[in-house]
């Protein structure tokens, strides 16, 4: 018998129904296997096992009810014995369970002598469950979440149209940080309301408003992704958000972020709430408690701050070797002293001893400078990390949005010949910097005995450069305004064949009967092709070199058939991006060129560039409006490259939370000294309970000692993290240009991500020294004071 909660167990009973409902779930499992359904209730059971779905489903089995009764009778279930019979165990095994817990019979001594005194305030007005609580906590959650949804599709689609049509919405990205600090501020608030309320922490209220109320959006929003049904229905309207979330790759990883995040801060506001309010009264003052905390744990002491900063810049072994010969010097002076001291004062000699011992550092405040050290180790780790991929990021970025467009916009089928008067109505959306028409289709290149497949592109050598870097990363020795004037390339043969300059026998060649040349002038000026450095390498041509151009688009008809189109062209310039996709699979010609050798009457789309990038999905929207949508559309660089960037954005995010695991290695060191801090303090916090400090006040301190260690960690790492970050971009490290395409190692330290870190770190010492700090508030003056 539990005589706490006054329940009688008879295990008897429990352990022979929770065997019977196994059996019962066994036939349950082969009467599906025999039908072969697992594949259909697969999502049933699991949506039955989590939060009101279990009440759904038995609503939807009620709604079928109806239907079943009209089924010919003549329709038989495979394996329905066992459906029977493992139903009937499955629910036989649970009454049974049921039966084996029963609540303690009254005792039979009759009541106490206290029976019927006045009782403890505090244990007068205790409450075992709070449905306003209930309310606060799952109807705050509910309400953070569908604000989070609502706010951002209203602020990404702007909530209607602009003057003249111009869209007035947000970039996505801020659209999202407005919203999440909104929503997160809501979860706050509705958690400090419910423990204000309780006077308590009252985590079953907490749990069973999470579970019921707010896991149910974040499980419709992962079916969405796997229902077709679902994702016709809701889909559309939820756009915004799946647009956000699909920038990871994985959606999923984002909506499960999301709801964490809002869970914790729902956590931290029923914290907050029962510190603040849990006293009776609010009680918003910190200012003793902060002092008591200070002189407790005695974090921000110089020694200790510059001796972990000495460790975080320098590595361990150095400033402990430092630190340890510093200290023996200073403990043999001290000893020396007080020997000879003692030849004359004993007393005194004893005196100094004893001070000498006071100063030598307890087992609390070792660990309170290993949690220290932990913290500060895991926040410049994550700094490092973090700048280091962004700055690969950034320069990844930089090169694909040089080589290609912010925004395309085309046809859903077929070219587009108009493409004049598009160029003049895109050019009225604000935020469209440049815009230039392109044709790009797969092709072959050939150069003697090399050949390889490609994507040529028919560009516009005038605007180009107003979208494009390609005039920016021409190398020297040819030019882009070749395209235009290609008899001004100079021919050449190739590196291989005879020198430079010798005449080409090809275009020199005489016929032995006329004597005269066998092409005219016109074929000896071929047009111009821009080839990347890969490229011209792996052909091994260089300026003024032939190569021949196959293009199954345009293809002519032969005696035998259709025949792939081939044209030549001499190599007019050569492009060096840094990207080694980019320079060995792309070539440009000129637009009109290309438009002959594909057999098309004009460009395929129009690329642009704009003032934002990280506005080019709304500004992407604005011109598909401008030209009244359908059939033109436009795509901006974050749907067109979606897959390396979303890449990228989750191997990121996946090693930031690798790396904070450091940090919550570092938050179970500061658990075990707090709890010391609890132990070691157990009558001081008697005292202060007998002199009237609330429980409130108690974890106010010792909550107080965790975010100090927090603190004082997190800025450790954060100045140690920069300078190595400092270090690194001044420095830096040297890559092989060959195989990374850099020669260093690129650092970009983002102000909101290095502050992240900090947060993150904050947060994760905050919630550590939670438990902590509730341990010591329930100590009782009895208790502490009974042993003095």
Known sequence: MNAERQTVYRWSLIWSGALVALV???????????????????????????????????????????????????????GKEYLISGAAAWLVGW????????????????????AGATLYPRLAQYRDFYWSTLGAYGGGILLSELVLILLQTFLSSGGGSGAAGESSGLAPTVAFAVSLIVSSLVAFACGFVGASRARRVAMPEATIGVIYLGLPVPILLTL???????????????????????????????????????????????????????????????????FVARRHVGVFRPSLLLGTLAVLMFGIVPPLIVYGIIRAVEAAVERTRIRALGLKDPLAAASALNRLKLREQSPTMMMTALSVGGVGVGVMALIIVLSVMSGFEEDLQKKILGAHSHVV????????????????????????????????????????????????????????????????????????????????????????????DAPEEEDEAEDPIIGKST???????????????ELAS??????????????????????????????????????????????????????????????????????????????????SQAVSRELGGYPYRSRDWG???????????????????????IIVVAAGLIVATVIMLVLEKRKEIAVLKALGVSDGGIVKIFLAEGLQIGVAGGLLGLLSGLAWCYFILKVGIKLDPSVYYIPSLPVKIEPVQTALAVVIAVLVTYLASIYPALKASSVEPVEGLKAE
């Open 639 to 661: 749907e067109i490259h979606r897959n390396i960037f979303s890449a990228l954005r989750l191997e990121k995010l996946v090693m930031g939370i690798i790396l904070s695991i």
């Open 409 to 500: 916009v085309s046809k859903y089928a077929g070219q587009l010949p108009e493409y004049k008067r598009l160029m003049e109505q895109i050019a009225k959306v604000p935020g469209v910097q440049g815009q230039t028409p392109s044709i790009d289709n797969p092709v072959m290149v050939l150069a003697d005995d090399e050949v390889q497949g490609i994507v040529l592109k028919g560009i516009d050598p005038e605007t180009v450069g107003s979208v494009l870097d390609l005039r920016q990363n021409m190398l020297p020795g040819g030019s882009l305004d070749h395209l235009e004037q290609p008899q001004k390339i100079a021919p050449r043969r190739t590196m291989f064949g005879k020198q430079p």
């Open 24 to 78: 019962g779930a066994v036939l349950l499992g082969l009467a599906i296997t025999r039908a072969d359904a697992w594949a259909r209730v697969a999502g049933t059971l699991g949506l039955s096992t989590l939060s009101w779905g279990g009440l759904l489903q038995a609503l939807n089995a009620l709604g079928l009810l109806p239907v079943q009764s009209a089924l010919p009778s003549a329709v038989e279930l495979v």
């Open 95 to 114: 009454v049974l369970i049921a039966s084996g817990i029963r609540r303690a019979p009254a005792s039979a001594e009759g009541p106490s002598p206290a």
């Open 519 to 533: 092409k005219s002038a016109s074929d000896k000026v071929l047009p111009g092709i821009i080839l990347g450095r």
């Open 224 to 290: 969405m992704e796997q229902l077709p049904d679902l994702q016709l229905s809701l889909g559309y309207r939820l756009r915004e958000v799946t647009y956000l979330a699909d920038m990871l790759g994985r959606p999923v990883i984002g909506y499960w972020l999301v709801f964490s995040l809002l869970v914790l801060m729902l956590v931290l506001g029923i914290n907050t709430g029962f510190i603040a309010a849990g006293s009776g009264r609010l009680d918003l003052r910190l200012g003793f408690e902060l």
């Open 538 to 619: 792996i052909l091994r041509v260089v300026v003024g070199d032939r190569v021949n151009v196959i293009s199954p688009q345009g293809a002519e008809l032969g005696p035998a058939g259709l025949i792939p189109k081939s044209r030549a062209f001499r190599v007019a310039g050569i492009f060096y991006s840094g990207m080694y996709e980019y320079d060995a699979k792309f070539a440009y010609i000129l637009l009109s060129e290309a438009e002959k050798l594909f057999g098309t009457d004009g460009p395929s789309g129009i690329e642009l560039k704009v003032a934002d990038v990280d506005d080019a999905r709304r500004i």
